[in-house]
């Protein structure tokens, strides 16, 4: 783990948190686009419940999935877990002021839903459901507006049990759960998301098992994917009056080369991983050539009449997180990865900068889905509600700013061209637990020493600090 001594801007706990002056030269470092952002747009920080809060098993909080899965040897990169995480359950007034001092307009969180129903269903817990009332306000109090997600991964460990997203009953016990924190919550927050990416929820939790809860079940993984569709749809008609909207991860899919089985392979990889959603959305249809391809796995049955209907109830806005583009190619062999039904379709590398993820770097990729997006549904409000690097140097992370220079240049130029995009949020406000690889990967803005939980503003938060207010003073 490395610590936060490289950097004398150091914060310490209980202090608010201002961006150190000798960071903040004029407004003449900041790129020639800054000024095309208009007034309204929202500047924002995101993270999410299990990857900060810590504190798993205070106040009445259940297990969730990501207990189980990082509690299982060999799931997690070091045996990492969530326990302390950014310990941001404790800290949270010190993270608010923090944002506060960067200047935040808007910060994307998510709820933990076994702290507030720790069996999944029935008995609200209402310490869990205080510790977000507390939040909140603090955002409020701080003119922040709370971006919450419900869904960010951490389903309670009981629904799991009775047969987790597979199962449909998880979609009722998701809309439920939706109702209490809508009764809770909904006077003090505008905009909802129900889940974010459930790409990854349905892929990586049961069909390559990489992430909770770790099943190996490509058609369980199918019908996941339907009924977490399914649980957003119902979780919209149980928040009467509120302004909903979705977070999935999208990418902007290219072929290899010009050839027949190159495209294809693009074809399928852009069904699965972005028309998969978005078509039953915003179309109320899956796509006939995915559904298709996905023949092999069995007939689903699991898709009942009205369900599209439900699933296409009228998006308040749509939630883009994007990293990097994603090159495709056919292949001579089946190859494992994350999409049934296409075994021989192979990820190339486009020989471009990478993280130290491995994820190329590329804003094209993100001005082109947005292009994409807005052409598609142009009277869709977009967010970009994730987006960021994970880079190992410390507090004078230059390839970070780099990033995020780029990738906010492409959200200026979609502004530019008409596109109705109204917000942008760092992927992430703090270091912290990068699902199955634990610490290893650190892309907060904010440094943070797990060894005494101190926060440190590194290069990149002073460089979208000054970004906010040369666009805002
Ligand atoms: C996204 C997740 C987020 C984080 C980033 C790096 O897929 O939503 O929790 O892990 O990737």
């Known amino acids: ?155 309670p460990q009981p629904l799991e049990d009775a047969g987790g997203w597979p199962a449909r009953d998880t979609a009722l016990r998701f809309a439920d759960y939706a109702a209490v924190v809508h009764d809770a919550l909904g006077d003090r ?54 302004q909903v909207g979705i977070t999935l991860n999208l990418t902007d899919v290219r072929a290899l080369t010009h050839q027949a089985l190159d495209v294809d392979a693009a074809r399928r990889i852009d069904g699965m991983q972005n028309r998969l959603f978005l ?5 109320g249809a899956y796509p006939t050539d995915v559904m298709d391809d996905l023949l092999p796995l069995g007939r ?54 990478k993280t130290a993820m491995g994820w190329e770097i590329d804003a094209d990729g993100l001005l082109a889905l947005l292009v994409r997006l807005n052409g598609e549904h142009p009277s869709l409000p977009l967010y970009v509600t994730e987006n960021g690097a994970a880079v190992d140097e410390g507090l004078r992370d230059v390839t970070r700013v780099g990033y995020l220079e780029s990738h906010i240049g492409a959200c200026a130029q979609a502004l530019a061209i008409g596109i109705d995009l109204r917000g942008y949020f760092v992927w992430s406000l703090l270091d912290n637990f990068e699902w199955s690889f634990g610490y290893r990967h650190r892309f907060g803005i904010v440094h943070v020493d797990y060894a005494t939980q101190r926060r440190t503003l590194k290069d990149s938060a002073h460089w979208y600090a000054r970004l906010i207010r040369g666009r805002t003073r």
């Open 1 to 155: 783990m490395s610590t936060a001594t490289e950097s004398g801007v150091q914060h310490q706990p209980g202090v608010p948190h201002e961006p150190d002056a000798r960071h903040r030269p004029g407004q003449d470092d900041l790129p020639h686009w800054a000024g095309a952002f208009p007034p309204g747009f929202l500047w924002g920080a995101a993270t999410s419940s299990y990857q900060i809060e810590g504190a798993v098993t205070e106040d009445g909080r259940g297990p969730s999935i990501w207990d189980t899965f990082s509690a299982t040897p060999g799931a997690v990169e070091r045996g990492d877990t969530g326990a302390v995480a950014a310990d941001h359950y404790h800290r949270y007034r010190d993270d608010v002021a923090m944002m506060a001092g960067m200047g935040l307009g808007a910060y994307r969180f998510s709820l933990a839903w076994p702290r507030i129903q720790p069996d999944g269903t029935g008995a609200v817990n209402q310490r869990g459901l205080d510790f977000y009332r507390r939040l909140v306000d603090t955002l409020l109090e701080r003119g922040i507006q709370p971006w919450p997600t419900l869904y960010h991964w951490d389903l």
């Open 189 to 242: 927050i505008p905009n909802w998301t129900t889940l974010n990416e459930p790409w990854c929820s349905a892929f990586l939790g049961y069909a390559t098992g990489r992430h909770a809860p770790g099943r190996r079940d490509p058609a369980g993984a199918l019908r996941a994917a339907h009924h977490l569709m399914l649980g957003h749809g119902l979780a919209v008609q149980a928040m009467p009056g509120a």
């Open 279 to 283: 078509d039953p959305l915003l179309r």
């Open 300 to 353: 689903p049955d699991h898709i009942r009449d009205g369900d599209l209907r439900t699933i296409s109830a009228p998006l308040a806005f749509l939630g883009v997180n994007y990293y990097s583009p994603m090159l495709v190619a056919a292949s001579d062999t089946a190859q494992e990865h994350a999409y049934p039904g296409s075994p021989k379709v192979r990820i190339a590398d486009g020989g471009r900068p």
